[in-house]
């Protein structure tokens, strides 16, 4: 089982097929098996790339703290950096969903010259997610010992609730997801004259109301597309032929 350390974490991660490099960053309460390789993502890519997927702190099989200090977009974008160091790969192409979309995101803006284009799936910024307050009232779910408590006075959004039952599985530690909810940050103001150049494809779901509408992230790139799966919700976007399809399409016109 491959893991390297990172920073005192250890990271585990999936290393499958032989050319250019793709590395495929998670969702939240999930893995990179569940993910990308449950889904067929990682066989279709390894046919013609050198697939690299690694499982989050606090999910999957890597270590699974319950400090939020151990989070964070700077922490995780920090482990894809050092798993590329760990590998000596100096550039590659990058696809995120939800959660691994922002940790995307961050790795672009920290690291651009060692990514040639990315997919940031999943990803918006008018959508359940954006209500403010929402991650913490997340977490709280995710910590309670009474996931059955009345909400907090004034707040009705099922949100959390529905998340919480969504990672009750074997093998996911609440404790961990709550502290990594916990601290994500607001993303980061992509606003002034400065955008993003490396080359993306925003990819969703007709249905995605955790995040919404893409199109309105579009003016933070220099070059971006956008691409909606008719009839695809967040949960079901990623199994998608279409959405591998996408991917594989996007990443065949890349620059090198």
Known sequence: ??????????????????????????????????????????????????????????????????????????NMSGDLAGLLDHLGIRRTLLAGYSMGSRISLELILGYPARIRAAVLGGFGGNGAMSVPGQRQRIAAMLASDDPDAPHAAGHTDDLPRRFRRGVERPGNDLKALAACMGAEETMRDLSGPARVAVPVLLLAGTRDRIVGDPHGMTPFFSDAQVLRIDGADHLSAPADRRFREAIAEYFAHAPA
Do not use: C, N, Q
Request: avoid cysteine.
């Open 1 to 74: 089982m491959p893991i390297f350390d990172s920073r005192g974490v250890r990271i585990h991660y999936e290393d499958h097929g032989a050319g250019a490099p793709v590395m495929l960053v998670h969702g939240f309460g999930t893995s990179a098996r569940r993910d990308w390789g449950d889904t067929g993502l990682i066989e279709f890519l390894a046919t013609r790339y050198r697939v690299i997927a690694p499982d989050h702190r606090g999910h999957g099989r890597s270590d699974k703290p319950h400090e939020r200090e151990r989070y964070g977009m700077g």
